[in-house]
């Protein structure tokens, strides 16, 4: 299901499980850390590309039929190769983040949930590529869960308010969406993925990224739409509430098209993850990644805990009808004290799976 090789002292990594649209299993997980932890002490090694072997999608997420089957395993939903897989796929997000290497994501197709984590790489390593295929999105709050995988970090990170917009509805936007706001680096046509793979293969490693950013502007870039630009003021106007009461309101109250959409689409995500994932990406705020992944760590713990999760997995990818039965009808119904129970202590700080996690002083 992975590949790898290297090639003029660049580590190839190719995700190749396309029938699952590269949804990543826990043997996925430990090969990508397992390559990544030996090629960041290999002298031979310069930098790092991670891509698709399938032009339908970079990596649509976790694989969510083995989690609906993990949790259904054991009472709470406690299994252990679920208790696993968190651990060391937040455990590869925070590799990843602080790679001390060039790290090359070409996000082509898909890039959802988990493969945001294995994509969103640190400020200092991050080469982030996107096409006019791209189609990215934090979708969890569809499923009953939260964005994790780092998402609190780099959703709170974004301008404005358009983290929030992304982790609250759970929506998809464009690869010049992802350039506009922070969540990739460069844009090509995808038609000239084979002439980056051969540039690759035949470039200098110095200077990688600027190399890589003269490579796209040869290219005649195609012309998208860009929502979020177009809609960024309505954005930031209807997503700055205090809690996601008070950011429905300001939809309900609006009388364009976008306020009604919008709200039609919170309306069908778990009404209860809608307003942890607001206080997930307030806390988030003020934390570094591995404070971030630490947290999302015991929220998943929580979220397993119940039933909400199985349940939006159940609708949307077993049974697939589509319509979950969920805890709330509307976020006016989640109390405060639901909400905190997703980031009570569930470890002594020195147990907990992600203690070791430590991030440099830049951060």
Not at 45 to 53: D, H, K, M, Q, T
Not at 140 to 150: A, K, M, R
């Amino acid at each position: 299901m992975i590949r790898t090789s290297v090639i003029n002292h660049i580590g190839h990594i190719e995700l190749n499980r396309p029938q699952a649209l590269n949804s990543l299993s826990l043997d996925m997980i430990r090969t990508l850390t397992h390559t990544l932890i030996n090629w960041k002490s290999d002298s031979e090694v310069l930098a790092v590309v991670i891509f698709s072997s399938s032009e339908r999608a970079f990596c649509a997420g976790g694989d969510i039929r083995f989690f609906y089957e993990a949790a259904n395993q054991t009472p709470q939903g406690g299994s252990a190769l679920l208790e696993d897989f968190f651990t060391e796929e937040y455990a590869l997000n925070h590799l990843i983040h602080h790679y001390p290497k060039p790290y090359v994501a070409l996000m082509n197709g898909v890039v959802m949930g988990g493969g945001m984590g294995i994509a969103q790489a640190g400020p200092q390593s991050a080469i982030r590529i996107v096409t006019e295929k791209t189609k990215m999105a934090m979708p969890e709050v569809n499923i009953g869960l939260f964005p994790d995988v780092g998402g609190g970090y780099f959703l709170s990170r974004m301008p404005g308010q358009t983290g929030r917009y992304l982790g609250l509805t759970g929506e998809i936007i464009s690869g010049e969406d992802a350039i506009e706001t922070g969540l990739a680096d460069i844009l090509i046509p995808s038609e000239h993925i084979p002439a980056l793979m051969q540039f690759l293969k035949t470039c200098d490693t110095q200077n990688l990224k600027q190399q890589l950013v003269k490579f796209s502007q040869s290219l005649h870039l195609p012309q998208g739409d860009c929502f979020i630009n177009k809609n960024r003021h309505l954005i930031d106007h209807y997503f700055s509430g205090n809690s996601a009461s008070e950011i429905c309101r300001k939809l309900q109250s609006g009388e364009d098209t976008f306020a009604k959409k919008v709200l039609a689409t919170i309306a069908k995500r778990s009404p209860l993850m809608v307003c942890v994932t607001l206080e997930q990406l307030k806390r988030s705020a003020t934390m570094n990644v591995a404070e971030c992944l630490r947290m999302e760590r015991t929220m998943v713990r929580h979220c397993f805990g119940q039933t909400e999760v199985t349940e939006g997995i159940r609708a949307l990818v077993i049974d697939k009808d589509n319509q979950p039965k969920w805890q709330h009808q509307h976020v006016s119904d989640v109390s405060e004290n639901e909400i905190q129970h997703f980031f009570q202590t569930v470890w002594p700080d020195t147990a907990h799976p992600l203690h070791m996690l430590t991030d440099p002083v830049i951060d």
